[in-house]
């Protein structure tokens, strides 16, 4: 599969870079969210058209640990 590289970030958190990788095929585009820590890897491929779900997704987790942690800081 021919892979053609649209747009990269890279985002240090604690011990850990994640890498966002945007992505193109001839099926069609993708985000590739890579963890890397030592030598360990984790990959998910997230396809373009499902973006708006997953930030939705992630929008409502956050909202969630914000109540959460202000819930348990009392």
């Given amino acids: ?3 053609k590289d649209i747009y990269n970030q890279k985002l240090p958190i604690e011990q850990k ?3 966002f990788d945007l992505k193109s095929t001839p099926q069609g ?3 590739k ?17 499902g973006l708006s779900e997953f930030k939705e997704m992630l929008q ?3 909202d969630f640990v ?5 819930y348990h800081q009392e």
Avoid at 33 to 49: L, Q, S
């Fill in 1 to 3: 599969m021919e892979e």
């Fill in 17 to 19: 870079m994640f890498f």
């Fill in 29 to 31: 585009e993708y985000l």
């Fill in 33 to 49: 969210v890579t963890e890397k820590r030592n030598a360990m890897r984790n990959t998910i491929k997230i396809p373009v058209t």
């Fill in 60 to 62: 409502k987790i956050m």
């Fill in 66 to 70: 914000v109540t959460y942690q202000d």
